[in-house]
């Protein structure tokens, strides 16, 4: 599990796909698991930049394998939207997204 630090009540959190919003028209947002409120984007980049480094050292396998698309810096919440709703009707092409978007499947034990 990666923690990053919450820009509004600094707590540490995990980035997970339940938490991640959005509207109808395309816009994703995400909510803080601690304190509710609407981390963007580009707060989302400052928590990855300040993310305590210490913690990939715990990871027994590739980092790149185990994060899941919210930590990446590359792929905005928009796009992890859309990538989910174009995939969620097929169910092999879902499980593909589970696996390389959310890293679901290969996670630590
Ligand atoms: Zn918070």
């Known amino acids: 599990m990666l923690l990053v630090i ?8 995990e980035l997970v796909f339940e938490n991640l919003f959005w509207t109808d028209d395309e816009k ?8 509710g409120r609407e981390i963007t984007d580009a ?3 400052n928590m990855l ?6 913690q ?16 990446s810096p590359f792929v905005s919440f928009a796009e992890i939207v859309q990538e989910f709703k174009r995939d969620r009707t097929d169910n092999n092409k ?8 959310l890293g679901k499947g290969l996670e630590e034990k």
């Open 94 to 101: 879902f499980e593909s997204f589970a696996k390389y978007w």
């Open 49 to 54: 930049l300040n993310m305590d480094c210490e």
């Open 43 to 45: 707060d989302r980049f």
């Open 6 to 13: 919450c820009p509004h009540c600094k707590n540490k959190i």
């Open 56 to 71: 990939l050292k715990e990871l027994k396998f590739p980092v790149s394998i185990l994060f899941n698309a919210l930590y």
């Open 28 to 35: 994703a947002f995400y909510k803080c698991r601690s304190c």
